[in-house]
């Protein structure tokens, strides 16, 4: 029997990472579940029925600079290759009303959604040149979102406030108390979580144009269509909580369940069919009809503006010590 592919999964314990770990387990892969409460990860992973054998728990909290590091350093213990690196995990925290901190006294969405993810692909990146071949990439693929790209349908309806960088003078001030928001402007907790996916989307696209001629490595982003009743949205109001499913369903049609949303993801990460393009940002758009499918969708100004992206990418590395 040959060896089983590995992917790392951030953010495995519920949502959209639970069930790409599934539908990878079920493609024949090994699963390393990168997870904060490895608890609630073991009992999520047995209720949706992923053989023990199929996967390994590891600890992680992307919000913590040295554990992103304790994680890398245990993933690297286990001796395994790797086949591929998902960027999955991410905090919502719409309600907040002052920025919670990091240790490392970063705004937290963005230390853990971005920072958290830009520091693991580096220190992962030549465990994925290491086994990355012709015809057979490793592969490289971060969870992006509608909101973070006007270029999506969904992404032009005009929710405020929408994701912008700005001229990234958070960033460039240190990212420090007072300063909680990249561009520098006040704390808008909605609009946190928005620029770091949008930053997310950005790294993904740098790592290609940096990495992917010499590696072969294969970086995409994907937004794997609106998954409105995963627990992103714990911290969201009530009523948003019962209605926004409802409205995805029936108004924009735009609803995935969750298992479609693993299996979609599970496709990018595995399946030969995504493994020719990369700097791609996959999409199955907003209307979500049966039988629909990927296709490449264009990022927005916001994210492909070089100098800027370059900019964020240094900066970034100066934040996280890489
Ligand atoms: P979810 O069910 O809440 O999953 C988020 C995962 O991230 C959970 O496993 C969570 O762990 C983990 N996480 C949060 N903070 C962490 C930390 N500090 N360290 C390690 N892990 C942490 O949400 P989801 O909807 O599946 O979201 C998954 C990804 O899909 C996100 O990147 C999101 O932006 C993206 N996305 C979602 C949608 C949607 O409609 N839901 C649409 C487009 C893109 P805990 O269980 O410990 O909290």
Known sequence: MSTPKTCIITGASSGVGLWTAKALAERGWHVVMACRDLAKAEAAAAGVG???????LLHIDLGVQASVRAFADAFHALGRPLDALLLNAAVYLPRLESPMRSPEGHEISVATNYFGHFL???LLMDDLKRTSRPGAPARLITLGTVTANSEEFGGKVPIPAPADL????????????PVAMID??????????????LACMIMSRELHKRFHDDTGIVFNTLYPGCVADTPLFRHAPRAFQRIFPWFQKNITKGYVSQPLAGDRTAQV???????????????????????????????????TNEPRNERLWALTAKMVGV
Not at 166 to 177: C, I, P
Not at 270 to 297: D, M, T, Y
């Open 269 to 303: 990460i595995a399946e030969p069919a995504f493994a020719s393009l990369s700097g791609v940002h996959w999409s199955w758009g907003n209307r979500q009809k049966e039988g629909r499918q990927p296709f490449s969708q264009p990022l927005s100004a916001r994210g």
């Open 50 to 56: 992923i053989p023990a054998d199929a996967r390994t």
């Open 166 to 177: 700005g001229d990234l003078a958070g960033l460039e001030a240190g990212f420090q108390a």
């Open 184 to 197: 520098g402007q006040p704390f808008k907790p909605g609009k946190a979580y928005k620029d770091s996916k």
């Open 120 to 122: 693991l692909a580096h």
